[in-house]
């Protein structure tokens, strides 16, 4: 009878290898990764601070000091019962600080803005700027109106410059340009309406020309697109 020949016992692949935990690390003592610390995202900026890492006072700061310097700046150019000028550089410095660092310098704007056109007033009867008398009157409620008016039109400027062009501002291209000049015309119609329609109800333009608020809504959209755009 035939011999039945047993089949060769199975062999196993044993892995040379060692294992992942015995390996020593490729990183030295003490750079092994580390997670984020508490109320930190990894890549974020610290707490307390914009995108751009500056903290938030030091933002608000130099935002209501930057729309004051520049609001005292064109006193100058003052006229009429709403101070308005032909251009208004702090409304391109209260755009460009909501763009950089955030809603929350809209405070600042507003801070800044109510600072200036309480100055302002003073100074433009001082001068004998006309319809200044109008404005001195009234300084609280025209601080108040025209600070308003200044932070919504940069908080609409900047949502549509967002929508509009896109950030990070590059304006290297005639469609972006375009795009941002519209932003600019559109944010100032806001402004300016706003601005003059709380004078007129509030009866600041009484006894002055007809003509007097029309050329306040002009003077004041021409200034703000003005300084937007410089």
């Not at 995108?51 to 520049?70: I, S």
Request: net charge positive; charged share 10%; hydrophobic share 55%.
């Amino acid at each position: 009878p035939r011999e039945t020949v047993p089949p060769p016992a199975a062999t196993s692949t044993v892995s040379s290898y060692p294992p992942a935990s015995s390996l020593p690390s490729a990183l030295p003592s003490g750079l092994e990764t580390q997670p984020p610390p508490a109320g930190r995202r990894s890549g974020s900026a610290p707490t307390g601070s914009d995108a751009t890492g500056t903290p938030w006072p030091v933002a608000l700061a130099g935002t209501a000091l930057a729309c004051l310097v520049a609001g005292i700046a064109v006193e100058p150019l003052a006229s009429g019962p709403s101070l308005a000028v032909t251009l208004a550089p702090a409304a391109g410095i209260a755009l460009a600080a909501v763009l950089a660092f955030g809603r929350r310098t809209l405070l600042g704007v507003f801070v800044g803005t109510a600072l200036a056109t309480l100055l302002v007033a003073r100074l433009a009867v001082g001068d004998g700027a006309f319809g200044a008398e109008a404005a001195a009157a009234r300084p609280a409620l025209l601080a108040l109106v025209l600070a308003v008016a200044a932070t919504v039109q940069a908080a609409i400027g900047a949502w549509l410059v967002r929508s509009w062009v896109g950030t990070p501002l590059r304006l290297d291209q005639s469609r972006e340009i375009g795009r941002f000049m519209a932003a600019a015309a559109a944010s100032s119609v806001v402004a300016a309406t706003l601005a003059t329609a709380a004078l007129a109800l509030a009866g600041v333009f009484a006894g002055l020309p007809q003509n007097a608020l029309a050329a306040a809504w002009a003077t004041r959209w021409i200034g703000d697109v003005a300084g937007l755009l410089v």
